[in-house]
């Protein structure tokens, strides 16, 4: 059974389309996150959420929109997509912020042409 | 400068040869992760740190936190094929703080 799973797993589009990547998680934690890696295999958080509330937004555009429609789930929609917003999307899942570790999914490869 | 240093950025190692990679933070840990990371995969969850002088093993794979909590070691004992991938070490500045990672190391084992 896959604990945190993401997709779609690629995606390729073009510049000014709006896409979403869906993420679930099927162990009871209440904090989910999404996180960036760029080229250089950098991650980076961008968003965090506890049972549904956004806890932690980090300098993200406002193109980017986290949704949590309950707390096993925490999709990701962007809009007007870039050329710079090509990189691997990961959606993790903690029990607790800082004193658990993350449940990583398996990444969204976005490919903005 | 980043808060996170991870050294050295890639390693080849001979495989059955031991290898050690460091994370050093500019400030003191609250705690510290260590993830390994295969290509076109998600990250998986090796070892968490909270202790000064903290030490840790799974399998053929030492981590160790400096008293200061301030430095990690990542220490692999007659490495394998098996073990090749991206390390990433990520910092907890404080409860209920997210996770800083850092650059990353990659790994390659030469048989």
């Known amino acids: 059974d896959t604990a945190v799973s993401q997709t779609p797993k690629y995606l390729v589009t073009q510049m000014g389309n709006d896409k979403s990547i869906k993420c679930e998680q099927n162990l009871g934690h209440d904090t989910m996150y999404w996180y960036k890696q760029d080229s250089k295999k950098f991650l980076k958080i961008m968003f965090s959420y506890n049972n549904k509330e956004l806890i932690i937004n980090e300098t993200v555009p406002n193109r980017f929109s986290p949704k949590s429609p309950d707390k096993a789930h925490l999709n990701l929609h962007i809009n007007s997509l870039e050329l710079g917003d090509s990189a691997v999307y990961f959606c993790?899942?903690?029990?607790?912020?800082?004193?658990?570790?993350?449940?990583f999914g398996n990444g969204t490869r976005l490919t903005v042409t | 400068s980043q808060e996170l240093e991870q050294s050295p950025q890639s390693l080849i190692v001979q495989e059955g040869k031991n290898l050690t990679i460091n994370c050093t933070s500019s400030?003191?840990?609250?705690?510290l992760y260590w993830y390994k990371q295969k290509y076109g995969e998600g990250l998986i969850f090796l070892m968490m740190?909270?202790?000064?002088?903290e030490e840790k093993s799974h399998e053929k794979i030492t981590a160790k936190l400096d008293e200061k909590k301030q430095q990690s070691s990542l220490h692999i004992t007659a490495s394998q094929p098996s073990h090749a991938g991206i390390y990433l070490c990520?910092?907890?500045?404080?409860?209920?703080?997210?996770?800083?990672f850092g650059s990353g190391t990659r790994l390659s084992i030469r048989p």
């Open positions: 740190l909270q202790k000064g002088g």
């Open positions: 400030k003191t840990l609250y705690g």
């Open positions: 990520g910092a907890v500045y404080s409860s209920a703080s997210k996770i800083i």
């Open positions: 993790a899942s903690s029990q607790e912020m800082g004193n658990s570790p993350l449940h």
